[in-house]
């Protein structure tokens, strides 16, 4: 069965320091987002990309925090310097089109410890 | 702007018992759908249901069944018979239509636990 894959599961960083999270879709979906899960509360939309596009950044923090698809594949999300309040679930999903009515499907996040 | 609001933060049954998952939304959208997502404690999001906002008709699949009244903008969602492999946050969603550009909100989640 086709997964969302996400790497790495873990990481813990100091604050100021960067660190990235990469993101492999299902094959085939043209939609990607990237969430952040804060303990207690529902995802948070960070990034929308159609293809190689963004089509929704509005709660990117843009002074911290870059995202690129670049072939229209799979995706890195960057943060840079963490702060202690970026420590979070970040999760990927994908969909086949970004259309309202698709379901996303989730990997299984990079948890982030910011110290 | 879209809201979603499960005001259940926490719900123990004990199993074989039925529950109930109360979810209400807000939306501007003539046209959006309402989705349940489940979060296992692995932490993947597994997307269970979907209801379009032109269907009103409950429907019912093996243990699962939801209510949708687009009068109240109420989405609930039912377990029947519930298991311990149910115990996980369960997670309601709106995605939008024009108005949100197709944007998916999530409710903060009811956190299920069924005891054996």
């Known amino acids: 069965e086709a997964e969302v894959a996400q790497s790495p599961r873990y990481k813990i960083t100091e604050k100021s320091q960067a660190v990235a999270f990469w993101c492999d879709p299902i094959s085939g979906h043209a939609t990607l987002y990237w969430y952040r899960q804060i303990l207690g509360q529902g995802p948070e939309l960070l990034v929308q990309f159609q293809d190689e596009s963004v089509v929704d950044d509005s709660q990117l923090p843009k002074d911290r925090f870059s995202a690129e698809r670049l072939k229209g594949v799979d995706s890195t999300l960057k943060i840079q310097p963490a702060e202690l309040g970026d420590s979070a679930m970040y999760l990927c999903?994908?969909?086949?089109?970004?259309?309202?009515?698709?379901?996303?499907?989730f990997g299984p996040g990079t948890r982030l410890t910011v110290l | 702007a879209q809201k979603v609001t499960q005001a259940q933060t926490e719900i123990s049954v004990v199993e074989k018992e039925d529950v109930t998952l109360d979810c209400v939304y807000e939306?501007?959208?003539?046209?959006?759908?309402l989705f349940w997502y489940k979060q296992p404690p692995s932490g993947e999001l597994v997307f269970l249901i979907r209801r379009n906002s032109f269907d009103e008709q409950n429907e019912i699949s093996g243990r699962y069944s939801w209510n949708f009244q687009k009068s109240t903008s109420s989405f609930n969602f039912t377990i029947t018979a519930s298991q311990v492999v149910d115990s996980a946050v369960y997670f309601c969603a709106l995605s939008g239509g024009y108005t949100n550009a197709g944007k998916s909100t999530f409710g903060d989640g009811t956190t299920l636990t069924v005891k054996p």
């Open positions: 939306t501007r959208d003539t046209t959006y759908y």
């Open positions: 999903a994908s969909s086949l089109q970004g259309d309202t009515e698709n379901e996303q499907f």
